[in-house]
């Protein structure tokens, strides 16, 4: 409980009418508050550009709470927590509103003992960030005298390097890097922190997780829905800036890291960045052979015709902006030496479902066949969303009287029991920026490095447009991608 008590804080969110308040911070912050681990001295000090009451605020929110919080509001408790919950309207660009948030914040700590401590949650487009930060410390609401003010800024983090350097100066002249949190909401879920236990806590897989044992690792992340109404974000970004660059590379660099010295922030984190860091460098050449991009066209799915990306709200009629990528890289270390990692990952595909696949090397196929062919090989999956949970893919003899093979798989479930109820992303990280954990955020030396890697693609793409391959609704995206494994004589396993 004490715990929690020290927990005192007030947390501002600046775009607090939008769709992440809605959709995930406020129905998170209720299922905290649930779960009692919200501090009773705690408040909720929202930011929009609208008129609007504290309570008619109120009122938007309880219905968000109803249609996505994994608890649903329970009379007493949404009494309580509607009581913590403040809207003000502030217009970014006008300096009047800042001063009078101030103000305001001032006696929300008289009200709720929440001590100055506080949060500056950024759900907002990005081209406020830096207007919002800076504004931040003009008005003297980050001074971290005797009280501490932490900031959670959401993806993306600039467009490329030079972009995301600016940002972060701009944020480093006001929050220390321990005060910033730089959200990557796949990094809250159960299964990636499940990642390094599966690794380091049991010997049968640490001890083969190298090159030696391994054919390849996948990791692959699909969506069935097309880009919706973020056509305009979309234009600018693509697959590669608005998935690769961050929740890709994240996975990767766990899949593919040393074991920490223990489990402290920095520690985790040290071991994180040398991956990224160990990547290949993609030269021009590498990533001709090595990319491939793709966009989805129109097609008819269940009946129901549905646009091409070119067809969708605020995209150009002949955009080469890719919904897909699937490429092959080489994490260039002792551990992994030339064995190939395939990260792949789209919109408009026939799942949503986002997936790790270690593929172990085969037997030779002297003893043993599965009905005519070879041996299917051992595969460990790692199912991070929707579905979590891990499977074994291994080989066992058909019941019977002759000795002929069949695969077998062994599923572990995480979420099967407990399907509706496992705590939700950003419960996690909330929780544990009230705490002061950063560790499931990036640090900054990962996004640069991230960066850096993924601007060579960009630059290389600059150079000489690769070609953009259209691919149909609710497939595994161009054949091309299919090619980019043939060639090695493999395949993607779309389990
Ligand atoms: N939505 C998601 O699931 C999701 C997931 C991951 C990351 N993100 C990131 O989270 C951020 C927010 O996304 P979102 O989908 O919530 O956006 P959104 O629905 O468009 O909300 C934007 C918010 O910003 C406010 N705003 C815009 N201009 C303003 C101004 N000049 N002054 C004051 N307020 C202003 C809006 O207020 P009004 O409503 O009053 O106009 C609204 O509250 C983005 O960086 C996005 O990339 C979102």
Redesign the pocket.
Known sequence: MDEIKDLACAMVI????????H??LIPALYNLNHDNKLSDDFAIVS????DKTDEEYRNELLESVRKYSRFKPDNEKWKEFRQKIYYRK????QDSGYTALKAFLSSIDEKHMTKGNRIFY?????E?FEGIVTSIKKYGMATNIGSWQRLVI???FGRDLDTARYLNKTITDVFDEKDTYRID?YLGKEMIQNIMVIRFANSMFENIWNSKYIDNIQISSSETVGVENRGG?YEKSGALRDMMQNHMLQLLSLIAMEPPVNLDTEAIRDEKVKVLRTLEIMSPEIVEQNIVRGQYGPGTVNGKALPGYRQEEKVAGNSVTETFIALKLHVKNFRWGNMPFYLRTGKRMPEKTTEIVIQFNSLPDILYFKNNGGLEPNLLVIRIQPKEGVYFQFNGKKPGTGTEVESVKMDFCQNCETISNSPEAYERLLYDVLRGDSTLFTRWDEIETSWRFIDNIAKAWESKVLDLHEYGPATWGPEEADMLLKRDNRKWWNL
């Open positions: 600046f775009g607090g009418t939008g769709d992440l308040t959709r995930k930011v929009g550009r609208r502030l217009d970014f660009s950024m759900a907002v487009a990005p406020y959401e993806k993306p909401h974000y």
